[in-house]
């Protein structure tokens, strides 16, 4: 028997609501198996809907206790009840009252939606459908409702009681019962109702808004870990702050939580006023969290933070305006992060996921607009494409408007869609509205799947000292579901550019097409024309990476080599050094031999460390790095082999570990933290430890011996855990007695530590040898891992598909079918997480023949089971399709 397919959910179907809730009282009697809920909704028909129509109310696994019509009976046959569904035939045309009482289980709630346990702590992930498994109701973004919650439980299990907006009562309910009552006076939908019952530990602030209100901001954590939640509260003061400076957002109730858990699907959630983390992005303290887990914390608390505004405030109408709430806030994060950062390196950052994660994503049978026509399963699209593309979309706008009209068109979007669940199409109205200027076009972005290429040709006349660049883009044309088959048509690409002479001096661009610093490609062909050049320029194109697209562009090692040491706009630098490394891996990969490539890289980066590295070692880290194996396979797009790619960037990062061997090592001496130095997690000490360790890295590509031995001190010496695992990743390639060692002494170290552990399954996971499939079926077996914990599953398998090419992709499809096991395992319990786990076969068709026939015949072998979740099943259906 074959799993049916979802049945698929179009744009174009949209249709209001027949019903609305303006208000929605909840009363929960929190108990671990038997929760009962009792919802009493004020409805009334919508205006905008089809009159008479039956109320048709979503439930999932629900079991229906009592229910109620205007305080009195429902007549017999009036209601039909499925787990799935609760019909009232013939609601009452004016305003009426139904009170639904349901009960379910909150231990037995492995898919962590709806309310469930973690670590014995109550909690809720409605996001997208899951207030549905809590109590029948209208669940769908454009349905607002005014919620009262009161949450009762046991005084010992639950002592502390959250809920959404602000705290109103509480007492004692009777023998060892206690309750708690919160209200919200901002209409939301469901998706952002939560609440929290359980033991946990608080930090506490305040935070006075520009409007005078005084917040109280706490962080909840479980009891013990208080010390290490600090900086996550930190990082919500400065979220507040930053949010009322750059974009005039205040906060709008009396208190803010923020509660880490430690078992989530996902990273964190937005509930008004109710923040719930995965504990990996709240926890920290020098001895467990590394500089990359202090800067997500401080970018995901951002992130929900400012939901308040671009997702509360203003939701969705339909899950498909999912980016209007994700592209636009991931959009506002980075910016947060610039600020509070480095706005070059942070960049980069941001660019380097991208290329890793989006690009693939958007090149393989899993690519869709960022705002998809149809889907079968939502929780599937949370996606690179929807969140990171999605925010290069609104970085184009500002781009295209400046940041002055930019800022207003924020403005007025706020204004005029405060308390709506709004369109794309709302969104960029307000921006024509201030600007003047018909987005019509721009809309594309949204609309179209694929990255788009650009090809650039310069031609230099001397006689007429005319420099001209011809652009060219091409689109991919991708036709499924998700994407609708239309032809794809030119969009609307800003082209941040400049001019290096061959010394250095930035050269004056003179063209009125080209204002402050951009130009903007909108047909498929088009050529600028720069005058007053008598001699050629290099150019410095895409500055900032000023679009999500792939520049083909002949610039040779020389001119490169001109950008990289000279060019005013440091992502172009770092670009130009991973543009001389690609070509380079890519001609080996190949078998081509570019040996003059490789040396005159490996001297362009002495000169570049020679020029002073010191001055900005975050920036300097970047510039050593190669591009990943993944890039590398994304670069060669088809027949890809993996081996061949590792091969040929192991060997690159020898030959340049080895030529700046002494500068490494005068590096590491330099950049050496005097003894004592106390711990500070500031993106300037991040900076000094990231460039030390990339030092590290490639001695020991260099001198694998001494790198394994300098490692191995460090892992045990290390202060703090950025070096300690740093050191430990640079074990990972250097098989023998010493990483064993190494690997086996951080185990223990940490067995009481599960996100620290999570580090140390992650690295293992990508051991690039044969054993490493054997190796991770032993660590499935280790007393700290669980596939019921999404964390443990992520840092084990979803590390093994994503960072381990050479293993994922083995020619024998053992790695296949060691993620294909746990896809399958996971399945039954938790479909979200191993939805999420398949998408790693996403890259399927880019390998080469015989690898291909692996991906292919384990695909077919779960998308044969019978039985599959919609998630799985959905996630099958498109890598294969
Ligand atoms: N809205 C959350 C965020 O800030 C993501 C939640 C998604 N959860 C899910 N089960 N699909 O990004
Ligand atoms: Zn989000």
Redesign the pocket.
């Given at each position: 028997m074959r799993t049916e397919t979802p049945p698929v959910v179009r744009l174009a179907d949209y249709r209001p609501s027949d019903y609305l809730i303006d208000r929605v009282e909840l009363d929960v009697r929190l108990h671990p198996t038997e929760t009962r809920v009792t919802a009493t909704l004020a409805l009334r028909p919508n205006p905008a809907g089809i009159p008479g129509a039956p109320l048709v109310l979503d439930g999932d696994d629900l079991v229906l206790l009592a229910i109620s019509l205007d305080g009195g009976e429902t007549a017999p046959g009036a209601v039909a009840v499925t787990p799935r569904a609760l019909t009232l035939h013939q609601p009452p045309q004016r305003p009426f009252v139904l009170a639904i009482e349901t009960k379910l289980d909150p231990t037995a709630n492995t898919k962590l939606?709806g309310l469930y346990r973690s670590n014995g702590v109550y909690c809720t992930?409605c996001?997208?459908d899951g207030f549905r498994r809590i109590t029948y109701f209208l669940d769908r973004p454009d349905v607002l409702a005014v919620y009262t919650t009161r949450i009762e439980a046991d005084r010992d299990e639950a002592p502390v009681l959250l809920g959404n907006g602000n705290p109103v009562e509480s007492g004692s309910a009777g023998g060892n019962r206690h309750y708690a009552v919160w209200h919200d006076p901002h209409p939301k939908p469901a998706y952002l109702f939560a609440l929290v019952g359980g033991r946990l530990g608080r930090v506490a602030s305040r935070f006075t808004t520009m409007e005078g209100r005084e917040v109280e901001i706490a962080v909840w954590v479980e009891p013990g870990k208080e010390g290490r939640a600090g900086y996550a509260l930190d990082a919500v003061a400065r979220s507040m702050a930053w949010d009322e400076r750059a974009f005039g957002r205040a906060y709008d109730l009396d208190v803010f939580n923020v509660v880490a858990v430690s078992d989530f699907?996902?990273?964190?959630?937005?509930n008004k006023g109710l923040n719930i983390f995965n504990d990996k992005y709240v926890l920290a303290s020098p001895d467990t969290a590394t500089d990359a887990d202090y800067a997500n914390i401080e970018a995901i608390i951002a992130?929900?933070y400012f939901?308040n505004w671009s997702g509360n405030r203003v939701t969705c109408r339909d899950w498909f305006q999912l980016c209007l709430k994700?592209g636009l806030t991931v959009f506002r994060d980075q910016e947060f992060s610039s600020d509070e950062r480095s706005r070059p390196v942070h960049r980069i950052a941001e660019v380097r996921t991208l290329r890793a994660r989006q690009f693939p994503e958007d090149a393989g049978p899993l690519a869709h607009p960022v705002r998809p026509q149809a889907y079968r399963e939502i929780?599937n699209f949370?996606t690179a494409t929807v969140y990171e593309k999605g925010a290069e979309i609104v970085r184009m706008l500002r781009t295209l408007l400046g940041a002055e009209v930019f800022r207003r068109g924020m403005d007025r979007y706020f204004a005029a869609c405060d308390g709506t669940a709004a369109t794309v199409e709302d969104f960029l109205a307000a921006f024509t509205a201030e600007s003047g200027r018909d987005l019509a076009d721009f809309a594309r972005w949204y609309a179209q799947a694929g990255t788009p290429t650009v090809a650039v040709e310069a031609r230099h006349d001397g006689n007429a000292a005319t420099y001209t660049l011809t652009f060219r883009q091409s689109l991919p044309a991708i036709a499924t579901e998700a994407t609708g088959g239309a032809r794809p048509l030119p969009l609307v690409i800003p082209v941040a550019l400049g001019l290096v002479a061959a010394d250095g001096a930035a050269v004056e661009v003179r063209s009125d097409r080209v204002r402050d610093g951009v130009f903007v490609l909108d047909r498929e062909e088009d050529s600028l024309v720069l005058a007053g050049l008598t001699t050629a320029p290099v150019p410095s194109l895409f500055r900032g990476f000023s679009a999500p697209v792939k520049v083909v562009q002949d610039l040779g090692d020389a001119d490169r080599l001109v950008l990289l040491a000279r060019d005013a706009d440091p992502f172009n630098r770092w670009q130009a050094a991973q543009s001389l490394a690609m070509a380079v891996l890519t001609g080996r990969a190949a078998g081509r031999e570019t040996g003059a490539s490789g040396a005159a890289l490996a001297g362009a980066l002495a000169a570049f460390l020679e020029a002073g590295a010191l001055a900005d070692p975050a920036f300097a880290a970047l510039v050593l790095a190669l591009p990943s194996e993944t890039e590398i396979a994304q670069e060669i797009g088809r027949d890809v082999d993996p081996d061949a790619i590792r091969a040929a960037r192991e060997g690159l990062r020898a030959e340049i570990g080895t030529a700046l061997a002494p500068r490494l090592d005068a590096l590491r001496a330099a950049l050496a933290e005097p003894a004592g130095t106390p711990f500070s997690p500031d993106a300037a000490s991040a900076g000094r430890r990231a460039l030390r360790n990339a030092a590290l890295d490639l001695l020991a590509a260099a001198d694998p011996a001494r790198g394994a031995a300098l490692a191995a001190a460090q892992v045990e010496e290390a202060s703090n855990m950025t070096d300690r695992v740093a050191a430990l990743a640079v074990l990972v390639p250097l098989t023998g007695e010493t990483r064993e060692r190494g690997f086996a002494r951080f185990g223990a170290a940490y067995r009481d530590e599960p996100l620290v552990l999570d580090k140390w399954f992650a690295l293992q996971a990508t051991i690039p040898e044969p054993g490493t499939p054997e190796r991770l079926r032993g660590l499935m077996r280790h007393e700290a891992f669980s596939l019921a914990n999404p964390n443990r599953v992520r840092s084990l398998l979803g590390s093994f598909s994503l960072n381990n090419p050479t293993q994922f992709h083995r020619p024998d499809g053992a790695g296949y079918d060691l993620v294909a096991e746990v896809v399958l395992a996971l399945d039954g319990t938790n479909p979200?997480v191993a939805a999420r786990l398949l998408t790693a076969f996403g890259t399927w068709r880019m390998v080469e023949a015989g690898r291909r026939r692996q991906a292919e015949r384990v695909l077919r072998s779960i998308a044969a089971r019978p039985g599959l979740s919609p998630d799985v099943s959905d996630i099958a259906a498109r890598s294969l399709g």
């Open positions: 939606m992930q996001e997208a699907n996902m990273g964190a959630m937005e992130h929900e939901h994700e929780n949370y979200q």
